[in-house]
T-cell receptor, first 113, second 113 residues
Framework: DAGVTQSPTHLIKTRGQQVTLRCSPK?????VSWYQQALGQGPQFIFQ???????QRGNFPDRFSGHQFPNYSSELNVNALLLGDSALYLC????????????FGNGTRLTVT | QKEVEQDPGPLSVPEGAIVSLNCTYS??????FMWYRQYSRKGPELLMY????GNKEDGRFTAQVDKSSKYISLFIRDSQPSDSATYLC?????????????FGTGTRLQVTL
């Protein structure tokens, strides 16, 4: 049973560029959430997608956007990259309900130079 | 003041010791409480998930929640070198979605031989 898979594992971008990160949820899960984890910090909630719509959003600027596809996979897009966007980006999946625990992937390590 | 406070450690214990990890929180809306384990260069792995006050046991792990004091704990019995990792507490409000987790900064644990 495949868990949450993310690609790529590592990425290096230049300030001002745009990046797309991808996530496939755990089998049977239909909800995808994205988190940003800076070095030495806990993950911070970016947003959540359910039924192809953004259901809830954290305190992140509009440069961060996402999409969910009919097969429940998801993308995270970040425009106009800043040095401060360097972090581990984690995707987590769960099953529909509000009380369902999250299962995380191993993340994409983004470095902005 | 952060909504969730967690001592970053590092915490070093000998093999076989009982480990106690703790978090305090200030938001009384938090109703769901989780503990995740994160190995270096990996995503967080769900260890414990609880809703009510009191204790919940799973193998060597016991999660304790005291809502009146806004204090949660994770106990690890008979600690092993393989338990060396960062432990993250996380919480969510009942009225929102349990996918929007607020994490502590994580406590780094080292179990020595």
């Amino acid at each position: 049973d495949a868990g949450v898979t993310q690609s790529p594992t590592h990425l290096i971008k230049t300030r001002g560029q745009q990046v797309t990160l991808r996530c496939s949820p755990k089998s049977g899960h239909d909800t995808v959430s994205w988190y940003q984890q800076a070095l030495g910090q806990g993950p911070q909630f970016i947003f959540q997608y359910y039924e192809e719509e953004e259901r809830q959003r954290g305190n992140f600027p509009d440069r961060f956007s996402g999409h969910q596809f009919p097969n429940y996979s998801s993308e995270l897009n970040v425009n106009a990259l800043l040095l401060g966007d360097s972090a581990l980006y984690l995707c987590a999946s769960s099953f529909g309900g509000y009380n369902s625990p999250l299962h995380f992937g191993n993340g994409t390590r983004l470095t902005v130079t | 003041q952060k909504e969730v406070e967690q001592d970053p450690g590092p915490l070093s214990v000998p093999e076989g010791a009982i480990v106690s990890l703790n978090c305090t929180y200030s938001n009384s809306a938090f109703q769901y409480f989780m503990w995740y384990r994160q190995y270096s260069r990996k995503g967080p792995e769900l260890l414990m998930y609880t809703y009510s006050s009191g204790n919940k046991e799973d193998g060597r792990f016991t999660a304790q929640v005291d809502k009146s004091s806004k204090y949660i704990s994770l106990f690890i019995r008979d600690s092993q070198p393989s338990d060396s990792a960062t432990y993250l507490c996380a919480m969510a409000a009942l009225t929102g979605t349990a996918s929007k987790l607020t994490f502590g900064t994580g406590t780094r644990l080292q179990v020595t031989l």
